[in-house]
């Protein structure tokens, strides 16, 4: 039942992440940078000490009494990650829903199974699996094929992504995707899904909050809640820094009081995305607190949310008029990038 439910919980998790990009279509007359810094006050500063007060009384203690290793690489892969988390906003700008979270989710799928054995091997510790050790174990050998597999679905992905440039006119491109950019959303969304890869090793550094919640008797289900905390703390500098910076650049900082603008639907939208972007990650944390593999976890997460992004890429009509050839191609991608979650997903489980 455990399991199911954890399935369940990480279901709805990718739900919530394939779908938080949705309301800031709604929102009008605001350049991105102005609505992206408004749903992250929610996604980063408001929501999660929210959420922690409500699941896990006291958590302000867990946090003050932690190690200053654990809030500084808590809070370094929160900074890392902000970074990935940023240019996904900019991936998805420049590629749509569908394309778009194909390419940062594969890529933040397999290098998040792969980069911590390569620093292992760097920095041997014990109990640690390195580069080495994956190579020559079955498990590991499993997961590198994931890895490979999911390589080749980006390429493929790519591929459709450069058929649908060349196949449409300019304005049929726009009509799908408002600003799209192959050359611009490949690259952002490459660095984008190598960085996002840093939220999950942010809970792992974060665990020994997690840990002090559960020996306090507080309930397990919700002990990544307190770890949140800081990690996002991270996500929120990067982020801010930057839109204050696009504000400045772009004259925008007038956005948020334009009365020319639907000002209350324009903060309601960008706040509901912001809301439903971290509740990917609360009910993430349910699900691992199920499935009790954090690695599987955040493969499964990562195969949800790309299955719930193409849905709305294709609800979306992000696709209307291309060919059979690259419509083909862009299904035989994500197929390819589903099956190598699955795979490294099974190697972590016979782990």
Avoid at 36 to 64: E, K, M, N, R
Wanted: with cysteine; hydrophobic share 50%; net charge positive.
């Amino acid at each position: 039942m455990g399991i199911i439910l954890g399935i369940i919980f990480h279901f709805i998790g990718g739900f919530a992440s394939g779908s938080f990009y949705m309301p800031f279509r709604k929102v009008k007359g605001w350049n991105w940078e102005s609505y992206w810094i408004i749903g992250g006050l929610f996604s980063w500063l408001i929501v999660p000490p929210l959420a922690a007060w409500l699941t896990l009384p006291g958590f302000q203690d867990i946090i003050a009494s932690a190690g200053v290793d654990v809030l500084r690489w808590t809070f370094t892969f929160g900074v890392l990650w902000g970074i990935g988390g940023l240019t996904y906003g900019l991936g998805v700008r420049y590629l749509g829903m569908s394309l778009g979270n194909s390419v940062v989710l594969g890529f933040c799928s397999a290098f998040g199974a792969i980069v911590p054995s390569i620093y292992y091997s760097i920095e041997p510790t014990p109990g640690k699996t390195s580069l080495l050790e994956m190579a020559t174990t079955t498990w590991g050998q499993v997961v590198l094929l994931g890895v490979a597999l999911c390589l080749l679905g980006i390429y493929i992905c790519g591929r459709a992504g450069w058929l649908k440039e060349h196949e449409l006119p300019e304005d049929a491109k726009k009509a799908s995707v408002a600003e799209f950019s192959l050359t611009k959303g490949l690259a952002v969304a490459i660095t984008s899904g190598v960085l996002s890869a840093c939220f999950n090793f942010g809970i792992e550094a974060g665990k020994p909050m997690a840990e002090a919640a559960v020996a306090k008797g507080l309930n397990p289900l919700y002990q990544n809640n307190v770890t949140y905390v800081v990690l996002l703390w991270g996500g929120l500098l990067t982020n801010l820094i930057w839109s204050v910076l696009l504000n400045a650049r772009n004259k925008s900082f007038g956005d948020y009081i334009k009365k020319d603008t639907p000002l209350a639907g324009n903060y309601f939208f960008s706040a509901l995305a912001g809301t439903t972007w971290f509740l990917q990650f609360f009910f993430y944390g349910m699900g691992e607190s199920k499935l009790g593999n954090g690695a599987s976890s955040w493969i499964l997460h990562m195969a949800f949310i790309i299955l719930i992004a193409n849905v709305w890429g294709i609800t979306l009509r992000e696709w209307k008029g291309v060919s059979r050839k690259a419509l083909t191609t862009f299904y035989v991608g994500i197929a390819t990038i589903i099956l190598s979650v699955l795979v490294v997903g099974y190697g972590n489980s016979i782990k």
